[in-house]
């Protein structure tokens, strides 16, 4: 079992920045792979980056060059640093962690709005 607790959404103008943390507790030594995912209103959850065991990193091309995923193993935390915000980044925001494609976890989602 993982145990995945986001914090760190909130309201934001756009072109402004967030940081979005994921503390990950429980059997955390058998994740290979843990990312971000989004869903906005009306539309399907979208991968936004993941972040293998092994520091690869893959983007979604709507967020390339604004995003940035990384984590502190020291403190079992992941993070979504966010920069240039764009109102269609308005979502609510998921930690996921996955030990095979089968058996993967959630976070309960924190939500980000780019607005003015």
């Known amino acids: 079992q993982v145990q995945l607790v986001e914090s760190g959404g909130g309201l934001v103008q756009p072109g402004g920045s967030l940081r979005l943390s994921c503390a990950a507790s429980g059997s955390i030594f058998s994740i290979n792979v843990m990312g971000w995912y989004r869903q906005a209103p009306g539309k399907q959850r979208e991968l936004v980056a993941t972040?293998?065991?092994?520091?690869?990193?893959n983007y979604a091309d709507s967020v390339k060059g604004r995003f940035t995923i990384s984590r502190d193993n020291a403190k079992n935390t992941m993070y979504l640093q966010m920069n240039s915000l764009k109102p269609e980044d308005t979502a609510v925001y998921y930690c996921n962690a996955a030990i095979t494609s089968a058996q993967q976890y959630w976070g309960q989602g924190t939500q980000v709005t780019v607005s003015s």
């Open positions: 972040l293998t065991s092994g520091r690869s990193t």
